[in-house]
């Protein structure tokens, strides 16, 4: 069987990075950190994210809640990340910390 194949050059990774080429999160992050200035938020501690899937998957769930403007994940990798989330209104704790954990972590209590 024939199968055509398309080659992507690998994404260019700095050796002060701390994370992958595929978990580096460039403009994107300076985007994100722009829309929490100024904003009310609540800040989480989340334990086992380990890679920009992690954090997909974290916002996501996190965005999904009504009262969420932005979600900010500092990852550290295997470690304690720090979550922050923007809020356009009250949003309880709870439900924060339940949306994290459908996503599949763990909120380490403050």
């Known amino acids: 069987m024939d199968t055509d194949r398309t080659l992507l ?10 994370s992958c080429a595929c978990c ?16 009310d938020t609540s800040t989480l501690r989340v334990l086992g ?6 954090v ?4 996501e769930e996190l965005g999904e ?3 969420v403007d932005a979600v900010d994940i500092a990852l550290v990798a ?4 720090t979550v922050t989330v923007a809020l356009s209104g009250p949003v309880r704790e709870e439900a ?3 949306a994290v954990e459908a996503a599949g972590y ?5």
Do not use: F, I, N, W
């Not at 994404?11 to 002060?16: C, G, K, M, V």
């Open 56 to 59: 997909a998957s974290v916002t």
């Open 96 to 98: 924060l910390r339940t």
């Open 9 to 18: 050059p690998l994404a260019e990774s700095r050796a002060d990075s701390a």
């Open 65 to 67: 809640l009504d009262g």
């Open 106 to 110: 763990q909120v380490v209590s403050r």
């Open 78 to 81: 295997g470690g304690e990340s």
């Open 49 to 54: 994210m380990t890679c920009a899937h992690c």
């Open 24 to 39: 580096s999160t460039g403009s994107a992050e300076s985007g994100r950190r722009s829309a929490l200035q100024g904003a």
